[in-house]
């Protein structure tokens, strides 16, 4: 099993920038790609960033490309996203994700997930 601990949102401001943190633990050989989803309220979870731990391979949505990046931390296991020129059409709970293959983390079908961490941007 592998446990992701998200923090890091909050309230901002358009404009603004906001970082998330998400720690990987237990079996973390098995959250070789990580990555980050969003869900708005009435809305669907989707996609915003991953990340393959071996090589650094990155994907975005079209949506943060340009404004949001995915950094790793290669010695402790944590992953971040970094969110600036925040719209309020940012504002949902994001989620940490954690899986093996990047395509099926990229494709919402990721092994674990973390709980979950609260975004609101203000205009």
């Known amino acids: 099993q592998v446990q992701l601990v998200e923090s890091g949102g909050g309230l901002v401001q358009a404009g603004g920038s906001l970082r998330l943190s998400c720690v990987a633990s237990?079996?973390?050989?098995?959250?070789?790609?990580m990555g980050w989803f969003r869900q708005a309220p009435g809305k669907e979870r989707e996609f915003v960033a991953a990340?393959?731990?071996?090589?650094?391979?990155?994907d975005y949505a079209v949506s943060v490309k340009g404004r949001f990046t995915i950094p790793r931390d290669n010695a402790g296991n944590t992953v971040y996203l970094l969110m600036n020129s925040l719209k309020p059409e940012d504002t949902a709970v994001y989620y940490c994700?954690?899986?093996?293959?990047?395509?099926?983390?990229?494709?919402?079908?990721?092994?674990?997930w973390g709980q979950g961490t609260q975004v609101t941007v203000s205009s």
């Open positions: 990340i393959r731990w071996g090589g650094g391979e990155t």
């Open positions: 994700a954690a899986g093996t293959d990047f395509r099926s983390v990229i494709a919402g079908t990721p092994d674990y």
């Open positions: 237990g079996r973390t050989f098995r959250s070789r790609v």
